[in-house]
């Protein structure tokens, strides 16, 4: 157990760093065949993701030995990147196999049956990952499969759905791959018909993200591929989500038209028809590839999830038309999957880790078939979180999860420092989700805020779009408008408030500094610069910032008026700047660029800079050290003793360094593993939360002092 002397005094508490960064397994993309479950698990000690099986009798088996490591990078966040497939022996008794998408070379494999060593199903690029391949289907015939492919050459990426055999005569001939449909910038969700005669996918193009405008397109499925396609629902204003056939000539499909993802049923021909209106969502944010919220079961019932920024399960009868809610005490729910009997999929609350549950849609009954974490802190550590709705400017809302500073061996009095965390996207949502970052805090007398600003998904499309040209404004408003309404409230100390995000949160973070609310500010691999950002991203967000900050060249100066590296003479509060060198989405030039301004400004700050991490840390000691450092620099702003060796920030720019030699397309040789590295600025999943190792994990320093970390005085 380890002592601090706390905001509040001497705080004792038992969760170190260490437990936060290897103490929750990430689980995601369940699937069920039968009595057999498979899923997605990280590895985080080992740097990889892992493919796991459960059997009838409950014996859980790790697939894939290491280094195999599981993971995809379409679009630089991934999504679901394996697909259980039935096999035959010679004695035609089906067995069950697996193909998956390796992280390092991104090709597709198929680990057979009682087999230990995976076989390629795909050629070998001519540059490394330059083919990937992700949002895998089974075909009609069971003969391959149907995914997403994504190719980079020549600084272009082209996308398109393409059918890969299962004989692996696509490793050595590439001409046995059949693309069977192109053309435009994004694809999702390949879903054939049960009879095999139709593909229904998701297609979009740029400058819309997947959460402005879609189309559910629908083709004849033949040898050459499809024919006949047209547009059943969406478009440019209206986003589609996750077709799931009914029958040869049914589709459900979630949809916004209404101003929330609800269900609608739609036929091959005639008007899609609203199954259960209502101002929720039931679907989440379709930020990754693969994530479903809804599955159709043989009986016609549909099992769903929904609500607002928080999701869980209920049952609609189509017959009754009613939704009957299943009873849980798990608040957050994502990643169904059905066989059409049973459900599975991944949940938590705040004080239950991520689980790998079996729904029984029938009785309601809800079976945890995996956990997590094993072992987990004294739940008198863990923080009771308020879900609040506090007021914005103009009387707007702003949705808040409110973590108090919880620990039972300390009693507290007065108002307390709290920092307010701006999640990434910025078009994702913070959750009530298990979180022991939040409790390695709140535990050491800091309360969080977690704020779902304008532009979060989960309350309708009006709240998203209230971000639409004003990024860098109504976020920032927001989160400030937060801390202000706790500090009215006499709970948050005006004096001790902090802002922290990642990716997109960091930017918020960052812009909000240049504000006189918060004391001091902590940037995990922000936005800075965000001319440099639209040139140098990946392309997926390459015209995101059309929609949030405006088109160029049209908007120029607004661009630089809303970059923090532009505001840096508006911060004199102390920052902390968090950033990985493999970084594809946010390049470590981001980070650098802004510790330079603020270091020719005099503003104290320290960067720390880590080897081999990509948009999200993964490596354990690196997740440790940088929540270590994090936790360090409040002791340092708000005048306390932690339980970690001391930060030091420095007054004057990083030593100048070499402009980086001419690249491929941006993201083509990122080494991040996207089974384990959270997804930053992709809707559905946060980033996982900075916190890192111990001093010597391979980050470098920004100032030539050579401390780790950059070190000098103030």
């Not at 879609?214 to 629902?233: D, F, H, Q, W």
């Not at 809804?294 to 939704?323: I, M």
């Not at 999200?616 to 936790?631: I, K, M, P, Q, S």
Request: proline share 9%; with cysteine.
């Amino acid at each position: 157990m380890s002592e601090l002397s706390s905001p509040y005094g001497s705080w004792p508490s038992p969760i170190s760093a260490g437990d936060v960064a290897r103490g929750v397994r990430r689980m995601a993309f369940p699937s069920v065949v039968g009595d057999e479950v498979w899923w997605e698990e990280s590895r985080p000690e080992e740097g990889r993701t892992t493919l796991m099986r459960r059997d009838a009798d409950g014996t859980v088996t790790d697939l894939l030995s290491a280094p195999w490591s599981a993971g995809t990078r379409v679009h630089e966040y991934g999504g679901r990147a394996f697909l259980p497939v039935p096999r035959r022996d010679d004695k035609a008794i089906a067995r069950v196999g697996v193909v998956f998408c390796r992280s390092s070379d991104q090709r597709l494999y198929l680990l057979e049956r009682g087999t230990r060593e995976p076989v390629p199903l795909t050629p070998e690029p001519e540059e490394p990952a330059a083919l990937r391949y992700a949002d895998p289907a089974l075909s009609p015939d069971g003969r391959s499969v149907l995914c997403v492919r994504e190719q980079h050459a020549r600084g272009a990426v082209r996308r398109s759905i393409v059918a890969v055999p299962l004989s692996g005569r696509g490793a050595e001939d590439p001409s046995a791959v059949r693309e069977l449909v192109s053309g435009a910038d994004f694809y999702a969700s390949p879903t054939p018909s049960p009879g095999g005669g139709h593909l229904a996918y998701v297609r979009w193009n740029h400058p819309r993200m997947p959460w402005d405008g879609s189309e559910l397109r629908v083709g004849a499925l033949g040898e050459t591929g499809l024919s006949a396609e047209y547009t059943i629902k969406g478009g440019v204003d209206e986003s589609v989500v996750s077709p799931a056939w009914v029958d040869d000539a049914t589709l459900y499909v979630a949809s916004d038209w209404p101003g929330w993802w609800n269900l609608y049923q739609a036929g091959t021909t005639g008007q899609p028809i609203a199954l259960y209106p209502a101002e929720e969502e039931f679907h989440a944010s379709p930020g990754r590839l693969g994530n479903r919220s809804f599955c159709v079961l043989e009986s016609g019932k549909v099992v769903a999830l929904h609500g607002h920024a928080d999701l869980t399960p209920g049952v609609y009868d189509p017959d009754t038309l009613d939704l009957t809610p299943v009873a849980t005490d798990l608040t957050t729910w994502g990643m169904l999957d059905t066989d059409g009997r049973s459900v599975v999929a991944v949940a938590s609350s705040p004080a239950e880790p991520p689980c790998l549950v079996r729904l029984d849609p029938v009785s309601g009954r809800v079976e945890v078939l995996r956990r997590a974490a094993e072992e987990l802190p004294d739940p008198a550590y863990l923080p009771v979180p308020r879900q609040e709705r506090l007021p914005g400017r103009y009387g707007a809302p702003v949705y808040a999860n409110v973590y108090p500073p919880t620990n039972p061996g300390a009693g507290a009095t007065g108002p307390a420092p709290y920092v307010v965390w701006a999640h990434g996207g910025p078009v994702s949502v913070s959750t009530l989700e298990f979180d022991l970052a939040k409790a390695y805090f709140t535990s050491r007398g800091i309360g969080v805020v977690d704020v779902n600003y304008g532009g979060s998904t989960g309350y309708g499309r009006s709240y998203r779009k209230r971000l639409h040209k004003e990024w860098g404004v109504v976020d920032v408003e927001d989160c400030s408008a937060a801390a202000r309404a706790l500090v009215e409230q006499g709970v948050a100390d005006p004096e001790r408030l902090a802002i922290r995000g990642p990716s997109a949160g960091g930017y918020t973070a960052l812009m909000a500094l240049t504000g006189d609310t918060f004391a001091c500010g902590v940037s995990l691999f922000g936005v800075t610069d965000l001319l440099g950002f639209a040139e140098s991203t990946h392309d997926f967000e390459s015209r995101f910032l059309d929609s949030l900050v405006g088109t160029l060249p049209g908007f120029v100066e607004r661009y630089r008026e809303r970059s923090p590296v532009n505001r840096a003479g508006d911060i004199d509060a102390p920052v902390l700047l968090l950033q990985g060198l493999d970084d594809p989405v946010v390049t470590p030039d981001q980070a650098f660029s802004m510790a330079t301004a603020l270091g020719r400004g005099g503003t104290p700050y320290a960067l720390l800079e880590f080897e081999g991490e990509a948009h999200g840390f993964t490596a354990e000691d690196v997740r440790v050290r940088a929540l270590e450092a994090e936790l360090a620099f409040y002791a340092r702003v708000f005048g306390f003793t932690a339980d970690v060796a001391p930060l030091e920030l420095v007054t004057d720019p990083p030593e100048p360094r070499p402009a980086p030699e001419p690249a491929g397309p941006p993201g083509a040789d990122a080494a991040a593993d996207p089974g384990t590295a959270a997804t930053g600025d992709e809707g559905a999943d946060p980033p996982a939360e900075a916190s890192a190792g111990d001093r010597g994990s391979g980050e470098q320093a920004a100032h030539p002092a050579g401390t780790a970390g950059a070190s000098a005085s103030e």
